[in-house]
């Protein structure tokens, strides 16, 4: 096998095909501390993408809880145990990837899901760790604890969907590096569905082929950010592009989050596919269940996030989220503002670090009435 | 690179004198009539001389399949100056013709090279880049849909809840970009007017399924075997097609997958080549 540079485990590894980076790379930033599994991203998918026949139990989009929720059911847990104990937590992933791990005559270690895996896309929902003893109070990280986590395709640079498929029908657009099933090609051998780890590659029962998340690829030609990032209500979501450490662009939100900040991690890098959505880490979580599947660097993540209000430059990125449907390549901070801004420069949106405080007094002399002091 | 790499070790297998029956020829008999040759039960097929032909597996190609569960068809071969058909049986615990994310089909295969030249034969594996195959294709799936209908979801999930497709509010054309596969005419996924895909291929991953199909088969599942007729005209002037005739050779080669062993593409049990000859 050829070997290429994945930058989130550190070093070189096989993969089936030589490297070529996209001209762009399609990525996606995700606030877990402001997920509230409100599941609109869901709907907004599947409305848009997955209602007709045979895509009933397909989310392309879908929020599960951790660390008891799955969809499909058990798809973290199933391939961990698979890939058996590795070292994770240094820059530098001394462990297997998932395609270092393939068994003999395999292209990469997976498993096919059984079918009703896929029939309970919110199961766990809201289970905890555990219970809290009597007289118990929260501490940091929370001794009992759970957080929501939205999963779209993460669109790898080293997809194993298409180092699987061995008729090439996945291939990944040079121009955004968004991962797209040929719909056409596909003959529904499923080694897809086996090979992709984050199984966020579906079978369709009634076209017999597979199919997955589009990167709404439509909008993202038109600038415009994805439907799961726009109509999220919690304004968890930054779609943009990402460039690689060496040559990030401080300017670029995504690669300020990403590179410099190091506040957004991908979902577990020792796979090796090198994904795209990048995840702020819940804080109220124990770093061990974080490192797994964060990988390292995620305990600084959470401090630098912790500190956001301290830092014009990163609040002002992370004010950005959900502020402008269009796509956002370069951003400033100037003054009490944070403005983004198209590829060309022209100005998208303008957020203000600090929304203005009013005071309102408790008795309104001209309505001769007292106000309470909810907004 | 890969693909590379597999007709060349695919090559080397061609070549191996009589590794898998090889020296065993098909006989083509005559048998009456015009048509495709579609009974299973024809007593004419008595005459045809049955030749066992010893499955391998596919260990060139990954994902390789060191353990197939076919390990050899029966295999009748008949003519009637119009039409060839093939008579397999093999040995299959289970019928499988639902497909749903964890199930696969009972699939068989027939091989010949699109041109025979006896010193140039295509790999058969599939064939290679300037060698190429004609692949007719019989799916236990899709005999199923013709003769009960393309399954519903309610047909494979019968508790199944659905608010409202797409095609059930919108015009045709404004509906289909909501079908998928469908909508873009995969041969996979449209409807089927035979249980047999007519293909051609140049080696692993370029199966493509021609734009004229004529081949059909029908096949029948009974006491944990399959029965399983091919059949194909001699001669069409079609890209793709080969082009037999009475009194002449070819060869063929043959592949099958058990469903219910979760074999599918190349998780799968091959053949090498086999003298085929056309009685007169």
């Not at chain 1, 895509?55 to 847990?77: C, L, S």
């Not at chain 2, 007709?7 to 083509?28: K, R, S, W, Y």
């Not at chain 2, 004419?44 to 032909?53: H, L, S």
Request: glycine letters at 8%; aromatic letters at 10%; proline letters at 8%.
């Amino acid at each position: 096998m050829p070997k290429v540079y994945n930058w989130q485990i550190g070093r070189e590894m096989e993969y089936p095909y030589e490297g070529v980076r996209p001209q762009k790379q399609f990525a996606m930033i995700m606030d877990t501390n402001k997920c509230i599994a409100c599941q609109t991203c869901t709907i907004a998918c599947k409305t848009t993408w997955t209602p007709g026949r045979g895509q009933e139990a397909m989310f392309w989009n879908n929020v599960e809880t951790k660390p008891y929720g799955f969809y499909p059911m058990g798809w973290d847990v199933k391939i961990l145990e698979k890939l058996g104990v590795q070292e994770v937590g240094d820059k530098v992933y001394k462990g297997k990837t998932l395609f270092e791990a393939a068994p003999e005559g395999e292209r990469v270690l997976g498993y096919l899901p059984d079918d009703l895996d896929y029939a309970h896309p919110n199961i766990g929902e809201d289970d905890c760790t555990g219970l809290m003893t009597q007289g118990a109070f929260l501490q940091m990280p929370h001794m009992q604890w759970m957080y929501y986590l939205p999963r779209i395709c993460n669109h790898c640079t080293y997809a194993a969907c298409l180092g699987a498929c061995p008729r090439q029908s996945i291939y990944k657009r040079p121009e955004d590096g968004i991962v797209l099933l040929d719909q056409q090609r596909c003959r529904g051998y499923r080694e897809c569905v086996r090979g992709c780890p984050y199984k966020k590659v579906y079978f369709n029962p009634i076209t017999r082929v597979s199919e997955k998340c589009i990167g709404c690829y439509p909008a993202v030609e038109n600038n415009r950010q994805t439907q799961c990032t726009t109509t999220c209500i919690g304004k968890i979501r930054l779609n943009g592009f990402i460039t690689t450490p060496d040559k990030a662009r401080e300017d670029n939100p995504m690669d300020y989050l990403i590179h410099i900040a190091k506040i957004a991690k991908p979902l577990y890098p020792q796979f090796g596919l090198e994904p795209n959505v990048y995840y702020i880490p819940p804080i109220q979580v124990p770093p061990a269940y974080l490192i797994q599947m964060f990988g390292w660097g995620t305990e600084q993540a959470i401090k630098t996030y912790r500190q956001a209000s301290e830092d014009k430059r990163l609040l002002g990125a992370l004010l950005l989220f959900g502020a402008t449907p269009d796509i956002i390549h370069h951003f400033k901070v100037e003054g009490r503002y944070t403005i983004g801004y198209d590829e060309a420069g022209a100005e998208l949106v303008r957020v203000p670090l600090r929304e203005p405080i009013h005071i309102r007094v408790v008795y309104d002399d001209k309505h001769q009435t007292y106000r309470s002091n909810m907004t | 690179m890969l693909a590379s790499a597999g007709v060349l070790i695919a090559a080397a297998i061609a070549l191996l004198p009589g590794a898998h029956g090889a020296e065993t020829a098909l006989q083509a008999i005559r048998m009456t009539g015009m048509g495709p040759i579609l009974s299973l039960d024809a007593p004419e097929w008595n005459r045809a001389k049955p030749v066992t032909v010893q499955m391998l597996p596919q260990m060139v190609a990954t994902p390789r399949h060191p353990n197939p569960a076919v390990k050899e068809l029966m295999v009748r071969a008949a003519h009637n100056g119009h039409w060839l058909a093939f008579l397999i049986e093999w040995k299959d615990a289970t019928r499988n013709e639902r497909i749903v994310a964890d199930e696969f089909g009972d699939q068989v295969a027939v091989q010949f090279p699109v041109r025979f030249k006896p010193d140039a034969m295509p790999s058969p594996m599939m064939g290679h880049p300037g060698g190429r195959v004609n692949i007719l294709q019989w799916r236990a799936a899709f005999q199923r849909d013709i003769e009960k209908g393309e399954p519903q979801v309610r047909d494979l999930y019968p508790n199944a809840v659905v608010d409202l497709y797409p095609d059930q509010v919108l015009r045709a054309t404004d509906a289909r970009p909501y079908t998928g596969a469908l909508g873009v005419d995969n041969p996979i996924s449209r409807p089927k007017e035979s249980a047999v895909l007519d293909q051609m291929a140049e080696g692993f991953g370029s199966m493509t399924v021609k734009p004229d199909q004529r081949a059909d088969g029908r096949g029948e599942w009974k006491g944990g075997k399959w029965r399983v007729v091919i059949t194909t005209p001699l001669w069409v002037e079609a890209p793709g097609s080969p082009h037999f005739m009475p009194g002449g050779n070819s060869i063929v080669a043959f592949a099958v997958w058990d469903g219910g062993k979760q074999e599918v593409g190349s998780r799968k049990a091959w053949s090498g080549w086999l003298p085929l000859r056309f009685a007169r």
